[in-house]
Nanobody, 119 residues
Framework: QEQLVESGGGLVQPGGSLRLSCVGSGFTLFNYYDITWYRQAPKKKREWVARILSTDGRPKYADSVKGRFVASRHNGNYTVYLQMNNLKPEDTGVYYC???????????WGPGTQVTVSS
C-alpha cells in the first residue's frame, strides 16, 4: 500500500527556517506522480503551497510563498522536500504532502506535520 509520511515540522520564530520532508513507500514509479505540498491553518481551507509535476519537474509556488519556499524531489529515494525560509506567522498550519498519479485517479495524502511560527 502506498503511503506518505511528512516530518520536519515544529515551532520556529518569525524569520526562521524549517525543512519538511515527505517520504513515500509502496509506490511503483514514484516519478509518475505529481507532488503537491498543501497547508491548512486553523479555521481555514486547505491551500496548495508548492507543486512539482511529474512531467517537467519544475516547482511552482503559491504567490504567498514565492521567493521564500523551495520544493524539490528525489524520485530515487521516494522523497520530496519543502525548504521554508523567512517564515511568517501566517505560514502556521498543518502541512500535507499529496501524490497524484498524472495519468490516473490514484491520490494519496500524508497525515501532515504541524508548523508553528511564533515569537
Amino acid at each position: 500500500q502506498e503511503q506518505l509520511v511528512e516530518s520536519g515540522g515544529g515551532l520556529v520564530q518569525p524569520g526562521g527556517s524549517l525543512r519538511l520532508s515527505c517520504v513515500g513507500s509502496g509506490f511503483t514509479l514514484f516519478n509518475y506522480y505529481d507532488i503537491t505540498w498543501y497547508r491548512q491553518a486553523p479555521k481555514k481551507k486547505r491551500e496548495w503551497v508548492a507543486r512539482i509535476l511529474s512531467t517537467d519537474g519544475r516547482p511552482k509556488y503559491a504567490d504567498s510563498v514565492k521567493g521564500r519556499f523551495v520544493a524539490s524531489r528525489h524520485n530515487g529515494n521516494y522523497t520530496v522536500y519543502l525548504q521554508m525560509n523567512n517564515l511568517k506567522p501566517e505560514d502556521t498550519g498543518v502541512y500535507y504532502c499529496n501524490a497524484h498519479h498524472f495519468l490516473a485517479d490514484n491520490d494519496y495524502w500524508g497525515p501532515g506535520t504541524q508548523v508553528t511560527v511564533s515569537s
